[in-house]
């Protein structure tokens, strides 16, 4: 079992509409959890941080984390061409007293006119 | 701009070549990362330091060499490289504690060819 689990996708979606990424972990010992996004060529971009189960908001982005089901998804509400990346999901693992990043291998969101 | 920094963005070297790759990050943070992400896989994490001191190397070829000279720079020496290694490689720099993971923040990248 991988360590982050993501959908490659793609995800395809339509404008306007909600895309709904999904991420499950095996550790359960994480603790955080980051959604970064990434264009085609470029390196990746930190969109969301979250911590504690339940939602967080920040504009059109809801991060949702579920520390007992061990996944946490990323909303993206009136979805844009320009949100068209791939998403990469991480969460930490504790190695030899601190904490690394463990990155999912990331969807593809397609988000058409 | 994330306030880190990468030079060369770009890079086409020989299998016999020297060369090194630079990062730079001017957010004041303690722990600098050195990934490397080939096409349709995940990040692959390949060294950590932390306050300058390296905590972990991850089963990395000896052909890659980090250099961490002060908390806000980042080296890495390649050396006899093979065509597999081509990639983009990626610094990321955070704050580092025992207790939490905090964001990384990534610079924009070298694309490596090895010829």
């Known amino acids: 079992q991988k360590e982050v689990e993501q959908n490659s996708g793609p995800l395809s979606v339509p404008e306007g509409a909600i895309a709904s990424l999904n991420c499950t972990y095996s550790?359960?010992?994480?603790?955080?959890f980051f959604w970064y996004r990434q264009y085609s060529g470029k390196s990746p971009e930190l969109i969301m941080s979250i911590y504690s189960n339940g939602d967080k908001e920040d504009g059109r982005f809801t991060a949702q984390l579920n520390k007992a089901s061990q996944y946490v998804s990323l909303l993206i509400r009136d979805s844009q061409p320009s949100d068209s990346a791939t998403y990469l999901c991480?969460?930490?693992?504790?190695?030899?007293?601190?904490?690394?990043?463990?990155f999912g291998a990331g969807t593809r969101l397609a988000v058409h006119p | 701009e994330t306030g880190v920094t990468q030079t060369p963005r770009h890079l086409v070297m020989g299998m016999t070549n020297k060369k090194s790759l630079k990062c730079e990050q001017h957010?004041?943070?303690?722990?600098m990362y050195w990934y490397k992400q080939s096409a349709k896989k995940p990040l692959e994490l390949m060294f950590v330091y932390s306050l300058e001191e390296r905590v972990e190397n991850n089963s990395v070829p000896s052909r890659f060499s980090p250099e961490c000279p002060n908390s806000s720079h980042l080296f890495l020496h390649l050396h006899t490289l093979q065509p597999e290694d081509s990639a983009l490689y990626l610094c990321?720099?955070?704050?580092?504690?025992?207790?939490?993971?905090?964001?990384?923040?990534f610079g924009p990248g070298t694309r490596l060819t090895v010829t």
């Open positions: 957010l004041g943070h303690n722990a």
């Open positions: 991480a969460v930490n693992r504790k190695s030899g007293g601190y904490n690394k990043l463990i």
């Open positions: 990321a720099s955070s704050q580092f504690t025992s207790g939490s993971a905090y964001e990384q923040y």
């Open positions: 550790d359960r010992g994480s603790q955080s």
